[in-house]
């Protein structure tokens, strides 16, 4: 058996796709502009990229960027006083922190001085509170972005069996979450799990996102199971060249593929989707904001 690929890079451009066609109808029916603010503390250089490509790609959706970069040591009143003014602000329907902020900042003090209604990543206490107990929420976006592939891939996915890796607050347990409320039979693994192959082998859907390179091997996985790859791994590979590096996954990516029936690549997988999620999320808010109806298909 040979998996199909699914191609988190297409399907990621037609979630933006249908975020800029909500985007054009809410401006010329309603002459609102969805507008979404990102806060960058410090120079961490991949959150500078990250930062730099939300802000790209929301402009091309059509909605208003604004960005907030700030030195690594402002301070905590400082940081918050920004966030206020963002709340505040009637234009700014979404709000991101990128993570992480530097040491001296308390992150979760800093994201639940967010809005709930505008936490566009899904992060605020109230936002957990209401996706664990099935209440409408705003959904963090990989988990958002993985239910939205498997959606697509399965259709239903009501009585089918699912194992997450993975116990994080970002990813595993929004995951779980999302899948129960999809009338998925859930399982979250993690490291301390016993027997956790045999756990694993049982699932018609696994959802890898323990944060370890190729940690799951092939044998490990159902035959004909959807697997989800949620890690982004940086191994050496010298074979490129002197300090050359290569992108791995969670999962053994060759060994999976032979035997699932369905699998997401690293690169080009879940993480595309993750800043497309975060756009649908950003009009989500807006709709909800201006008592709108929401967006079909982009939100759980």
Request: hydrophobic share 40%; aromatic share 2%.
């Amino acid at each position: 058996m040979t998996a199909k690929i699914i191609d988190g890079k297409a399907f990621a451009a037609q979630v933006r796709a249908q975020v800029a066609e909500h985007v054009t109808r809410l401006k010329s029916e309603h002459g609102i502009t969805p507008g979404l603010a990102v806060v960058l503390v410090g120079e961490d250089p991949a959150s500078q990229v990250y930062v730099r490509s939300k802000g790209k790609m929301t402009v091309e959706a059509g909605m208003k960027s604004v960005e907030h970069r700030l030195d690594a040591d402002t301070s905590e009143a400082d940081l918050l006083a920004v966030i206020e003014q963002l709340n505040n602000d009637p234009e700014i329907h979404g709000i991101l922190v990128q993570l992480p902020l530097p040491g001296h900042l308390n992150e979760d003090l800093v994201i639940n001085s967010i809005s709930p209604e505008k936490d566009v990543d899904g992060f605020h206490i109230s936002n957990v509170g209401l996706l664990g107990t099935g209440q409408k929420s705003m959904v963090p976006c990989t988990p958002l972005g993985c239910l939205m592939m498997l959606r697509d891939h399965h259709g239903s996915l009501s009585g089918m069996d699912a194992v997450v890796i993975g116990r994080s607050n970002i990813v595993g347990k929004p995951m779980a979450q999302l899948l129960l409320g999809d009338s998925c039979t859930v399982t979250i693994a993690h490291s301390r799990t016993k027997d956790l192959a045999d756990v694993v082998r049982r699932a018609d859907i696994v959802v890898a996102a323990v944060g370890r390179p190729e940690m799951v091997p092939g044998d490990w996985i159902k035959p004909g199971a959807t697997v989800i790859d949620v890690g982004i791994n940086r191994l050496d590979a010298p074979e490129r060249g002197e300090g050359k590096t290569r992108l791995v996954g969670d999962v053994d990516y060759d060994s999976c593929a032979a035997v699932a029936g369905a699998i997401t690549p690293v690169p080009g997988g879940v993480g595309p989707m993750t800043i497309a999620c975060l756009l649908a999320n950003t009009v989500t808010a807006c709709c909800r904001s201006n008592g709108l109806a929401e967006p079909e298909g982009l939100t759980a």
